[in-house]
């Protein structure tokens, strides 16, 4: 019997578990995928007929996001623990420095291939060149890549700014449906109050996504509340005038004009509940990222506190010369329990709570919820599977909780819209979609 038109481009895929993160979990479940979308998400019996995908022992969850990476220094994991953030940042900007353009896109490439592979389909990524951008959109994820500048020097923010139009302007003839640009401003200590005005006007103007690393460490907190530390010290002995700037770093994203529905937060560390009310009323979402925190003994972002203000908050691996692995799960397991630690309402501290900040939580702060985040007839069909345990035999009374439990590492299928990136736990080959034009 010749198989009928409508088989041959719908898919469904079968499953122990579906865990669509926006309902409950599905025992013996099935999504359909129809071309780049979801069309249905239920009990396997009901399922329209499509070609079958069989996946045994395995849980189908939405495509992890990874709202924090430097995609580009993926090969500089292992740098010297020990030091000074300020000293471990110079090296950093040394050693990045010694890399060529081939080098950092091969970085970046990697970096891709190693989330991939961990069920990551989103990145959210801030970097000083075009790499990301070219190794997300020669591997087929999706993605933001934000586009950083630096200038801690008020007297030089024009030729910042202008080169940034330039940079983004390039960035922006390939975007696509799948991958889009935005702008980074990196940091208190090295943007001034007049740059940060300029790229969040910029921003705002361009209808651009905006993301900067904020209230992360003590030393962070003493340039911008007291002119004082090593940093300060260090923009002085480049001849940069340096005082107290506001009460805290994110008090003075809120008198530079830079807070917004469009801004990300990265880090958000130090973050007092004067600070939260101000994320929270201004509609940022924030991006926190426990294994690089505690790399540095900055401590942990106040993720309850965010959660219980409403702030859209998802979780980041940071690069890996701060972290050993891209593993969102993990992270997002960190920053649950720091959620539950907190006293925030349950739901958000177990497992399923990991799973949302993973899934939907990392969509929400990147403002892609409506076409990503979970498994939803509709969405676009990012979807990651993971085996289960040889031992996975929930009880009645506990099945939800452990249907969300920890999925065993790599993703034995990962889909991007649709199309198969990951196939038997390996990467699978794809063209490259056409730019916008």
């Keep these: 019997m010749t198989e009928r038109p409508e088989r041959q481009y719908r898919a469904r895929y079968h499953a122990r578990w579906v865990l669509p993160v926006s309902a409950p979990p599905i025992e013996d479940g099935t999504v359909v995928v129809e071309m780049d979308r979801i ?17 045994g022992d395995a849980v189908i969850t939405p495509g992890l996001v990874n709202t924090h990476t430097h995609l580009d220094l993926t090969v500089l994991r292992g740098l010297p623990q020990g030091l000074t953030f300020f000293d471990w940042i110079r090296g950093l900007v040394a050693a990045r420095d010694r890399l060529t353009p081939g080098e950092q896109l091969d ?27 070219g190794a997300m959109l020669e591997l087929g994820v999706r993605g933001i890549a934000y586009r950083e500048v630096f200038g801690p020097d008020p007297a030089k923010c024009e030729a910042a700014l202008s080169e940034l139009r330039r940079n983004v302007a390039a960035m922006r003839a390939r975007e696509t449906r799948f991958v889009g640009v935005g702008v980074s401003p990196h940091a208190p200590y090295s943007v001034s109050d007049a740059l940060y005005r300029a790229v969040a006007d910029f921003a705002r103007a361009q209808q651009l996504p905006l993301a900067t690393h904020i209230a992360e460490s003590a030393d962070e907190s003493r340039l911008v509340g007291g002119g004082e530390g090593p940093f300060a010290e260090f923009l002085r002995g480049r001849g940069i005038s340096v005082s107290p700037r506001a009460r805290t770093p994110v008090a003075l994203l809120k008198e530079c004009d830079v807070l917004g529905r469009n801004a990300l937060l990265i880090h958000c560390v130090r973050a007092d509940a004067e600070d939260i009310a101000t994320i929270a009323g201004t509609g940022c979402g924030v991006a926190t990222c426990p294994v690089s925190n505690r790399f540095f003994a900055h401590g942990a972002a106040p993720v309850g506190d965010l959660l219980a203000a409403g702030v859209r908050v998802g979780v980041g691996t940071d690069s890996m010369a701060s972290n050993d692995r891209m593993d969102v799960w993990h992270e997002s397991l960190l920053a649950a329990g720091f959620a539950l630690a907190g006293g925030v309402a349950p739901g958000h501290g177990d497992h399923r709570g990991a799973l949302e900040l993973a899934t939907l939580g990392g969509a929400r702060a990147l403002g892609l919820d409506d076409r990503i985040g979970s498994l939803e007839a509709g969405k676009q069909a990012d979807i990651a599977v993971f085996p289960l345990p040889r031992s996975h035999t929930p009880r009645p009374a506990d099945r939800d909780a452990r249907a969300a439990g920890a999925p065993i590492m790599p993703a034995v299928l990962v889909l991007v819209a649709g199309r198969e990136l990951v196939r038997g736990g390996r990467l699978a080959n794809w063209r490259p979609p056409p730019p916008f034009h």
């Design 39 to 55: 069309t249905y998400v239920g009990p396997r019996a009901g399922a329209p007929l499509a070609r079958d995908v069989e996946l």
């Design 107 to 133: 970085s970046a490439r990697l970096g891709v291939r190693e989330g991939l592979q961990a069920g990551i389909t989103t990145y959210a990524d801030t970097a000083p060149s075009d790499a990301p951008l």
